[in-house]
């Protein structure tokens, strides 16, 4: 939970906006508070959902059902309303954090615990069940937990979305670790499949585990259908429940009446004195509560903060409304009408595109959306422990820029860390202990929304709103990974191929290969000019390859078989693509990538330092270059004026900055200072913006 951005909306409908909650699946979400204070979830649906009407349809019939389920273990739905400039919807508040997120941060339930979860998740379900309704949307990350007891989250909204993706190629469906098998096989969701989910909830809970492990989508898919559970830690006391409930048949698993009843009836009506949960689990949920009335504690009215079990209590409500103030149903209609007419004029030209709200542009007109800076990380991201800092030189590390320039990642031989470089605030941490050595730069989609990286298994893929991890590729070395500017493709360099193609190109909607490109060595950096045309790849051990990117195909352009024996990613593109800049001899060249042609030569004024990284900074006009001493002791950053070669004047006492990263609009530089251990943010003209640890 963190205040509002100036950018972020103050009121949604009937709810005034008091502080930004986190994202999922659907859109962002938002604390607000109705007119008698009472706080609710405020979700704003993400564009590709709001325009499309089969999702608007599956939402109504959803939202409908919203009434006939009245459970204390159920959040109500309070509103919506689609055909706002805005689409929204709400539900009460919970002040707690995900299952998923409790576990991970104080550790596994007790078996105590595990029941008290599995009763109230129990008579949440059983009330879905009588309404004739499935959730079939049960993880981890759709339950909440806060003093009370667990919170089941999500109900109208799970089928809706889930209906949406299916008619969009290359989204997946929920967890497949948590769906059924006959739901896995194309089956339809029925209450034995959320029963599966309630065995596979449980069984985190009370290992910390998944219930098929870990690993790409299509091997857990496989066990889910083909494997048993993985039931190593769930105590004799709950193994048997556990089991009935993971059962590959439908027919074979309890409802969810009968587990109420096998456990014991509904939890008491009072909630029970003593907490619930272990007392490092009860220390988060509190430190959640707490979180929550800190920030909504200073209302503007003077008012105090609102009760967040206010709308939990069990008890008759308004049902809840479509939309709120004054109806205008024929206004709307037209309203959206006449966008969805917009988007099929866009669509037939050629220029598909959703006018964004300017809050949701989070920079202006023209300006890329960033999930990372606008708050859009998953939890199940969220790091843990005190991060690193202080990094000693002679360990290998790669730096990379968000797309606007924001966040800046982090990428050693174990993880990819990201950061708030502003703030000095710790983002994200990506693990992964198949990482190349040295590690290859994370590279951002290009609205900031999927990292990529390189491992010994493939490329690795996050995405940073949902937590996600994939690999794409077959399960060999990975040694550098690019979005192109577009974020259509992921251009892959492979360690090795038999066919001596080093660059594969993969489709971001399917992850299926679409071409294999030959080239002289394996690719150690990959690179997109900014308007698309090029693709340029540092091979390890030799030159500069470079590639055409037409509309229909990718060409092979030139290669610069001559450079400096310096690290594969010590060369940069120009933005539209006419040229290379790299490191030869004693001097950075400009070249010609069709014919290897000499256009410009920028040399250093040093000479007891030799060159070791470059880069371009169209914002400014310069080209910058990473010098170190012999004995790697010293070093300095120089910059010369891209239009005459001449030295920039830039002051004395220079930062020592190897590896460096720059700015996808060349307006900062950040690099690890050899002098001071730390990373370290400047604009062109080499003064300090600010120091990561600081």
Not at 49 to 54: E, M, T
Not at 189 to 211: E, H, I, K, Y
Not at 283 to 291: D, K
Not at 427 to 442: F, G, K, S
Request: charged share 20%; aromatic share 6%.
């Amino acid at each position: 939970m963190r205040p509002l951005n100036p950018d972020e909306p103050t009121r949604l409908g009937e709810f005034r906006i008091i502080a930004h909650l986190g994202s999922g699946g659907m859109g962002r979400v938002y604390l607000g508070a109705d007119h008698q204070g009472c706080p609710a979830a405020v979700t704003v649906v993400r564009a590709a959902y709001a325009v499309d009407l089969d999702f608007r349809a599956r939402f109504a019939r959803e939202a409908a059902l919203a009434p006939r389920i009245r459970n204390r273990f159920t959040p109500p739905h309070l509103g919506h309303d689609l055909s706002a400039p805005v689409p929204w919807t709400a539900t009460a508040y919970v002040p707690g954090p995900t299952l998923r997120t409790l576990v991970r941060r104080a550790g596994p339930f007790p078996p105590t615990a595990v029941t008290t979860l599995a009763r109230g998740l129990a008579e949440a379900l059983a009330a879905v069940h009588s309404a004739g309704a499935v959730h079939r949307g049960l993880t981890p990350s759709t339950v909440l937990v806060d003093a009370h007891g667990p919170r089941l989250i999500d109900f109208g909204v799970s089928r809706a979305v889930d209906g949406a993706r299916l008619t969009r190629p290359g989204e997946g469906v929920g967890s497949p670790a948590y769906l059924s098998p006959e739901h896995l096989s194309g089956g339809a969701a029925t209450p034995p499949s959320d029963l599966f989910s309630l065995g596979g909830a449980l069984l985190f809970a009370a290992t910390g585990a998944d219930p098929f492990g870990e690993g790409e989508p299509s091997d857990v898919l496989y066990r889910v259908l083909r494997e048993p559970p993985a039931l190593d830690g769930v105590t004799d006391s709950l193994r048997p429940l556990v089991t009935a409930c993971l059962d590959k048949l439908p027919e074979n698993r309890p409802t969810a009446q009968e587990v109420l009843d096998h456990l014991g009836g509904p939890l008491p009506a009072e909630p029970p004195r003593a907490p619930w949960l272990p007392p490092r689990s009860h220390a988060v949920v509190t430190e959640a509560e707490r979180a929550y009335r800190s920030i909504a504690a200073p209302q503007a009215d003077g008012t105090a903060s609102p009760d967040p079990w206010a709308a939990l209590v069990p008890g008759p409500r308004p049902v809840p409304s479509a939309r709120t103030g004054p109806r205008r149903p024929r206004r709307l209609a037209l309203r959206a009408a006449s966008l969805l007419g917009v988007v099929a004029l866009l669509a037939s030209a050629g220029l598909y595109a959703v006018a964004l709200p300017a809050w949701e542009a989070a920079g202006g007109a023209g300006a890329a959306r960033d999930c990372s800076a606008s708050g859009q990380i998953s939890e199940d991201l969220t790091p843990t422990g005190p991060p690193q800092v202080m990094f000693p030189t002679g360990v290998p590390l790669e730096l990379s820029f968000s797309p606007d320039g924001t966040v800046l990642a982090v990428s050693q031989v174990d993880r990819v860390t990201l950061w708030d470089w502003e703030g000095s605030r710790p983002l994200a941490r990506i693990d992964n202990e198949a990482a190349t050595v040295p590690p290859t730069p994370a590279a951002f989609s290009p609205d900031g929304c999927r990292i990529a990286y390189g491992t010994l298994d493939g490329a690795a893929v996050t995405d940073l709103g949902t937590g996600r991890a994939w690999t794409v590729g077959p399960k060999r070395p990975v040694r550098s990974a690019a979005f192109s500017p577009d974020g259509s493709s992921l251009a892959v360099g492979v360690q090795s191929d038999p066919g001596a193609r080093f660059l594969h190109l993969y489709d971001t909607e399917d992850w299926k290969l679409t071409s294999a490109l030959p080239g002289s060595g394996s690719l150690g950096s990959i690179q997109y000019s900014p308007d698309g045309t090029r693709v340029a790849g540092g091979e390890v051990d030799g030159g500069v390859a470079v590639w055409h990117a037409g509309a229909a195909d990718i060409d092979p352009l030139g290669l610069v078989s001559e450079r400096s024996e310096v690290g594969a990613d010590a060369f940069d593109i120009l933005p539209d693509g006419s040229g290379v800049l790299l490191i030869r001899s004693d001097r950075v060249l400009l070249v010609e990538p069709e014919n290897e042609r000499v256009l410009r030569e920028f040399v250093p004024d040093d000479e007891d330092h030799f060159l070791v990284d470059v880069a371009y900074s169209e914002a400014s006009g310069r080209v910058f270059a990473a010098l170190l001493s012999p004995d790697a002791g010293s070093g300095s950053t120089m910059a010369w004026d891209y239009s005459d070669a001449a030295s920039a004047r830039l002051g004395p006492d220079l930062p020592q900055l190897f590896p460096l990263a720059l700015s996808p609009d060349g307006s900062r530089l950040a690099g690890l200072r050899a002098d001071t251990g730390d990373l370290a943010v400047y604009d062109t003209d080499l003064s300090l913006l600010g120091v990561i640890g600081d």
